[in-house]
């Protein structure tokens, strides 16, 4: 969503859903972390009176919309750790 933020070679080379899809296919355990569609966007605004309520607001509807299928992917960003290789 922010290639304009980036070096011509991270956008590149960046990761995405097909890539992780994909690592299924020879790895048993993928687990996918999601961090923060929301609560990143606050941390822009450093003058707002009561930041740390918002702040924490915005956590509370991250952890809501990070558990629905199609918004899960929308993360700020995303962790995956693989392990357990599948042996051929």
């Given at each position: 969503?922010?290639?304009?933020?980036?070096?011509?070679?991270?956008?590149?080379?960046?990761?995405?859903?097909?890539?992780?899809?994909?690592?299924?296919h020879?790895?048993?355990?993928?687990?996918?972390?999601?961090?923060?569609?929301?609560?990143?966007?606050?941390?822009?605004?450093?003058?707002?009176?009561?930041?740390?309520?918002?702040?924490?607001?915005?956590?509370?509807?991250?952890?809501?919309?990070?558990?629905?299928?199609?918004?899960?992917?929308?993360?700020?960003?995303?962790v995956?750790?693989?392990?357990?290789?599948?042996?051929?």
């Amino acid at each position: 969503m922010t290639p304009h933020l980036r070096s011509v070679w991270e956008v590149k080379h960046n990761l995405g859903k097909k890539d992780i899809e994909t690592a299924t296919h020879y790895i048993d355990n993928v687990e996918v972390l999601d961090f923060s569609p929301f609560h990143y966007r606050s941390c822009t605004v450093s003058k707002v009176t009561y930041l740390w309520l918002i702040q924490r607001g915005l956590e509370a509807l991250d952890s809501v919309i990070l558990r629905l299928p199609l918004l899960k992917w929308q993360a700020w960003m995303v962790v995956f750790v693989l392990s357990q290789p599948i042996k051929k």
